[in-house]
């Protein structure tokens, strides 16, 4: 499989999980989060399954395409280990979806990010709310849910929080 | 239609029409030309479904994963606008595949760059050479070759040199 084979698939499975998690959360109110902007592409995408969803944006640095960069006031920026903890007294218990495409090219960075997410998003989550991303991230409790047709296993993280919890 | 489902479509095209023109030239010999490394996944798919053929990238500054950079002999550093008339006594005719992915985000960088390439490229083409790319770059008598199914008309440009010519 060729690099170009490998970012279609990993695009692919990014929409079906999205397009997925919109279907799911359509009866389940409260604000998205997205941690990474990035070039603004699955922004854009959530934002087009989702009308007139609240869409938060935590992000470093600002590098998106013009078209894909939210309002200021849905826009937290800084380092989202310090940025995301600050938040939760704001969204605690209330979000319906957090998607997370935060994977930087070196392992290391990558898993000291996923365990300082974990810690907090959990808290985050509306009873019944999704989780969606590229990166080891859990949180306590998680459901794993099946990954949509033609996602192969591990390429994405898809987690509810029970009801319950 | 979001800029997600855009870049798949792009990527998906990307690879059609290579994999179609890998075929298309298997009985014709010569290199390939790769205009453009970017970050080296279609010179990846190129060197995947064309193994044992001569693959020469002309990039201005390398920044493509290290995994997908062409050995020194086959890597043409520079401006294209120089390095492609100068590499014409080299390769004139000779020239099997001319895959170009010179876009950029500005659109008279992209104008003024495949009038330059245009101006050139026709010449190192072998009868029954192919060029594909995603800009509006041309050549003298050339044929357009069908697009592969699901590509949609403009998105890439796919052109063969007469046997004649």
């Known amino acids: 499989m060729s690099r170009l084979d490998s970012a279609i698939k990993r695009l692919q499975a990014q929409r079906s999980c999205i397009d997925d998690v919109a279907r799911r959360i359509a009866g389940l109110p409260g604000p998205v989060l997205e941690l990474g902007l990035g070039n603004g592409r699955t922004y854009d995408h959530l934002r087009e399954r989702l009308p007139g969803r609240e869409i938060y944006v935590f992000e470093r640095r600002v590098a998106a395409h013009p078209d894909c960069i939210p ?65 080891q991230i859990t949180f306590p409790g998680a459901e794993a849910v099946p990954l949509p047709d033609g996602v192969a296993p591990g390429r994405y993280i898809y987690l509810r929080k029970p009801e319950s919890a």
Not at 96 to 121: C, K, M, P
């Open 71 to 135: 309002p200021d006031d849905k826009l937290i920026l800084g380092d989202v280990q310090e940025t995301l903890p600050a938040a939760l007294t704001r969204f605690r218990g209330q979000v319906a979806l957090v998607h997370a495409d935060v994977g930087t090219g070196d392992v290391e960075t990558n898993r000291v990010l996923a365990a300082a997410i974990s810690a907090v998003i959990g808290d985050f989550l509306a009873p019944g709310g999704y989780l969606v991303c590229d990166q």
